[in-house]
């Protein structure tokens, strides 16, 4: 079994602006944020190899985390609404392949030089996952 329930950690949102959308589920859900981050990810799809800028922020509380993510004209992140269910990994890459054989469709994989730090799969052309390294939880969560 490569994706475990214990895994789950959080749920992604694409929304149009970050800010309202922060906004808008600490109204509704009572949700507190941790700090927004606008990383450049180097994405690498099956149409080539891009660096696109994302902003992104996660709930400051879990188990399971919200993550906003900004909407963007292209490419990963184009679409507004539910996303993708984030999983920690040990082996991205690893699970990647072990998910790929299983019937997942690779998606994109973010990259730092030759380094798979991220990947998103799709299940039945529908159902997106997305790969993360359990070694970023402090970075992203700060736990």
Not at 69 to 88: F, K, P, V
Request: glycine share 10%; hydrophobic share 35%.
């Amino acid at each position: 079994m490569v994706l475990k329930h214990e895994n789950l950690f959080h749920v992604g949102v694409v929304v149009e602006d970050l800010d309202q959308g922060m906004a808008e589920f600490r109204e509704s859900l009572g949700v507190s944020w941790r700090q927004p981050f606008f990383p450049s990810a180097d994405v690498k799809t099956p149409h080539g190899r891009s660096t696109m800028k994302v902003g992104a922020v996660y709930t400051e509380h879990g188990p399971v985390h919200y993550e906003l993510l900004q909407r963007i004209d292209s490419g990963l992140w184009q679409t507004c609404g539910l996303h993708h269910l984030g999983y920690w990994s040990n082996d991205v890459a690893g699970d990647t392949e072990r998910l790929v054989k299983l019937g997942y469709v690779l998606e994109g994989m973010m990259m730092r030089e030759d380094e798979v730090i991220g990947a998103y799969l799709l299940l039945n052309g529908s159902s997106r996952i997305e790969l993360t390294p359990r070694s970023s939880s402090q970075r992203l969560l700060g736990k």
